[in-house]
């Protein structure tokens, strides 16, 4: 009696698994079929424009709060939508 003909029975679990597993990894990742960004995208660079504006200087405050603040206004704050 041979026992070799159940064998191929008990590989076929793990073989299966492991072929669905990279079949359903191969269909959700596209990884042959997917946009590779660094390689096919000409980025060009240009120079950086703008200008360095001095707007306003607060040095050695001792205020606890912010003038113009609303934080005890919370209907202020918070507005009902009406659309």
Do not use: C
Request: no cysteine; glycine share 8%.
């Amino acid at each position: 009696m041979s026992d070799d003909s159940g064998l191929w029975l008990l590989a076929a679990g793990p073989a299966g698994a492991t072929a669905l597993y990279w079949a359903l990894y191969r269909y959700y990742r596209n990884t042959d079929k997917s946009h590779a960004f660094e390689r096919e995208t000409a980025v060009e660079a240009k120079p950086v424009t703008g200008s360095d504006r001095k707007v306003d200087t607060v040095t050695g405050t001792q205020d606890k709060r912010i003038r113009g603040d609303n934080v005890r206004e919370y209907r202020a704050r918070v507005r009902r939508d009406s659309g």
